[in-house]
């Protein structure tokens, strides 16, 4: 079965530093990927997507990320962390074949210091 | 552009009442999903729509739980005697098709007492 792993919990970056956020996945084939994003008492955000072609996805607010099909990852970067962009982020995975039910990994709780 | 619209945003209701959760999905959209997101499960998917019908309901936790969706549009989830392990944050979602990106609502936070 497929599984998306986001092994850190929290992550907590100084305002102006650089940002990663790391999602593995499970599954046989290429699949489809997702980064979700949450305020608190809001709904998810969608920053980017990859369904295929250039491995390096450019998403909003300054957000990319990269499919690296060997290793299974689908990590979120971001150059220059905002105060605003303190939140909670998901990673998601969509089978070809059902790509409707998206697997969310647990999330990762980013804070940023001032 | 409306986004998908949840209601109502909370919902407190007592052990064994049922509750009805709506959602408004983006004009357009053809494909509503349901998800539910808990403390101890996380993001779960529940049940997708494709128009009216919905080929997909292994989600759904038991037969408790029931949807439907009228004209393509709205759809209502139903919760019948709830128990306390429903509480959570319900979210709804569309996209324009199945195999394209989801937008999501705010969620109802449902809280069983």
């Known amino acids: 079965a497929q599984s998306v792993t986001q092994p850190d919990i929290h992550i907590t970056v100084s305002e102006g530093a650089s940002l990663e956020l790391r999602c593995n996945y499970s599954?046989?084939?290429?699949?489809?990927l997702f980064w979700y994003v949450q305020s608190p008492g809001q709904g998810l955000q969608l920053l980017l997507k990859?369904?295929?072609?250039?491995?390096l996805v450019q998403g909003i607010k300054g957000f990319e990320a990269e499919f690296k099909r060997s290793q299974s990852s689908f990590n979120l970067r971001k150059p220059s962390v905002h105060w605003s962009d303190a939140a909670e982020y998901f990673c998601?995975?969509?089978?070809?074949?059902?790509?409707?039910?998206?697997?969310f990994g647990s999330g990762t709780r980013l804070l940023v210091r001032p | 552009g409306a986004g998908v619209s949840q209601s109502p945003s909370n919902k407190v209701t007592e052990k064994g009442k049922d509750v009805e959760l709506r959602c408004d999905p983006i004009?357009?959209?053809?494909?509503l999903y349901w998800y539910r997101q808990s403390l101890g499960q996380g993001l779960e998917f529940l049940i997708y729509?494709?128009?009216?019908?919905?080929?997909?309901k292994s989600g759904l936790p038991s037969d408790r739980f029931s949807a439907e969706r009228t004209g393509g549009s709205v759809s209502t989830l139903t919760i019948q005697r709830t128990q306390q392990e429903d509480s959570a944050v319900y979210l709804c979602?569309?996209?324009?098709?199945?195999?394209?990106?989801?937008?999501f609502g705010d969620g109802t936070r449902l809280s069983i007492l």
């Open positions: 979602a569309s996209s324009v098709d199945i195999n394209q990106p989801q937008h």
């Open positions: 599954y046989g084939a290429t699949p489809y």
């Open positions: 990859y369904f295929s072609g250039d491995t």
């Open positions: 998601a995975v969509g089978r070809m074949d059902s790509s409707y039910k998206l697997i």
């Open positions: 004009s357009g959209h053809t494909a």
């Open positions: 729509f494709q128009g009216n019908s919905a080929p997909d």
